[in-house]
């Protein structure tokens, strides 16, 4: 019982093909695509609206400098956004319940945000591992510290994302097997159990799209230290 409760995180594969590839391109065939006309739909309307707040949000503490990466932190945020809501259904897989997919997605966006940093204020860069006012006795010890922490930053983006997705996913499959289970003996509990699932697939919805917010969220916050 309980390998199958993990089957849902195999990569599903048709005559030998994965199809995380699908799996990965599918979202963007949902997006609306904006037509030549003056006015919109409301769709097409709405969904320039959330993202141009979200650019807004997310790049108001970062400089001038730090706005070349709107492009990529908006199709980022939707792609992840979209990723996870759609994992959500019946029957489909979620690429992001994947920790090489997530850390494919980390460590390099992570390591191109310590290259800038290095590349264009190398001082400041490195000042980040030794806090001013550090006794001389802990400099060596705070270097070594600090070094990890920072290495550590594109782990904890992956591992992040995915657990959370993947205790999600377990967890409704966990009460949906005790409805099933419940419904000939006790129904009035099984009733009960299945309000509970639905209040959970409601905070899953939340927990997807705050996922892939934080997830950016982080980037944006290691670029800002490096521009």
């Given at each position: 019982?309980?390998?199958?409760?993990?089957?849902?995180?195999?990569?599903?594969?048709?005559?030998?093909?994965?199809?995380?590839?699908?799996?990965?391109?599918?979202?963007?065939?949902?997006?609306?695509?904006?037509?030549?006309?003056?006015?919109?739909?409301?769709?097409?309307?709405?969904?320039?609206?959330?993202?141009?707040?979200?650019?807004?949000?997310?790049?108001?503490?970062?400089?001038?400098?730090?706005?070349?990466?709107?492009?990529?932190?908006?199709?980022?945020?939707?792609?992840?956004?979209?990723?996870?809501?759609?994992?959500?259904?019946?029957?489909?897989?979620?690429?992001?319940?994947?920790?090489?997919?997530?850390?494919?997605?980390?460590?390099?966006?992570?390591?191109?945000?310590?290259?800038?940093?290095?590349?264009?204020?190398?001082?400041?860069?490195?000042?980040?591992?030794?806090?001013?006012?550090?006794?001389?006795?802990?400099?060596?010890?705070?270097?070594?510290?600090?070094?990890?922490?920072?290495?550590?930053?594109?782990?904890?983006?992956?591992?992040?994302?995915?657990?959370?997705?993947?205790?999600?996913?377990?967890?409704?499959?966990?009460?949906?097997?005790?409805?099933?289970?419940?419904?000939?003996?006790?129904?009035?509990?099984?009733?009960l159990t299945a309000v509970v699932l639905f209040l959970l697939t409601l905070l899953e919805v939340a927990?997807?799209?705050?996922?892939?917010?934080?997830?950016?969220?982080?980037?944006?916050?290691?670029?800002?230290?490096?521009?």
């Amino acid at each position: 019982m309980m390998t199958s409760f993990f089957d849902q995180f195999a990569s599903p594969s048709f005559l030998g093909i994965p199809l995380i590839a699908i799996a990965m391109a599918l979202p963007w065939t949902l997006f609306p695509t904006p037509p030549s006309r003056w006015l919109n739909n409301r769709l097409i309307t709405l969904q320039t609206w959330f993202i141009n707040r979200f650019t807004n949000q997310l790049l108001m503490p970062l400089n001038v400098g730090g706005h070349k990466w709107a492009l990529l932190f908006a199709s980022l945020m939707v792609f992840l956004m979209t990723i996870n809501m759609l994992g959500l259904l019946p029957y489909t897989f979620t690429p992001t319940t994947q920790l090489s997919l997530n850390m494919g997605l980390a460590v390099p966006l992570w390591l191109a945000t310590v290259i800038i940093g290095m590349s264009n204020q190398p001082t400041v860069a490195l000042g980040h591992l030794l806090p001013e006012g550090t006794p001389v006795p802990l400099i060596p010890v705070l270097i070594i510290i600090e070094t990890i922490s920072l290495f550590i930053r594109p782990l904890a983006l992956g591992v992040r994302l995915t657990a959370n997705l993947t205790a999600g996913h377990l967890l409704i499959q966990l009460i949906a097997t005790a409805v099933f289970v419940l419904m000939p003996m006790m129904p009035t509990v099984a009733i009960l159990t299945a309000v509970v699932l639905f209040l959970l697939t409601l905070l899953e919805v939340a927990v997807a799209m705050i996922q892939a917010y934080v997830f950016v969220l982080l980037l944006s916050l290691y670029l800002q230290e490096n521009v």
